[in-house]
């Protein structure tokens, strides 16, 4: 959904031994969290479902999504606008595949600081340093 400059989104951030999943959209450069807008009248975790599928072409482990916060940076691709997203940390059931405007899907190590580059601005400067406190104090997993 966009409301005046805001992009508003629903993230999935799926962990697997310290390196995170992120996306390349096509003809894009920079990587972010899958997931997506939400349609109208869906709540967070159907619009994450269907993102999921049909970015990923798995599915979400029934319970797993929890919310780990809310965040908003620049937009990546769309100048002038801020994304706000909700992100929860899940896990998936199947194994993740680019599809549909997805170009590219990547492991990124969450302490590795070269990736910077590669990198959104919501993920770069502020998911992935929150998330890197959460790991520290055991609460992201």
Request: proline residues 6%; contains cysteine.
């Amino acid at each position: 959904m966009t409301t005046g400059n805001d992009i508003v989104v629903v993230c999935a951030a799926i962990l697997r031994h310290g390196r995170l999943l992120c996306v390349r959209k096509q003809g894009t450069r920079l990587f972010m969290l899958p997931g997506g807008k939400p349609e109208p009248a869906e709540d967070d975790m159907t619009a994450l479902r269907r993102e999921v599928s049909e970015e990923l072409g798995c599915g979400l482990r029934g319970g797993s999504a929890r919310l780990l916060g809310r965040y908003a940076a620049p937009a990546a691709n769309e100048a002038g606008c801020t994304v706000r997203a909700s992100i929860y940390r899940a896990e998936l059931s199947g194994e993740p595949h680019p599809r549909a405007e997805i170009a590219e899907a990547r492991w990124i190590d969450i302490h590795d600081g070269r990736c910077g580059d590669l990198l959104a601005p919501l993920l770069r400067d502020r998911f992935i340093p929150a998330l890197r406190r959460m790991t520290a104090d055991g609460q992201a997993g």
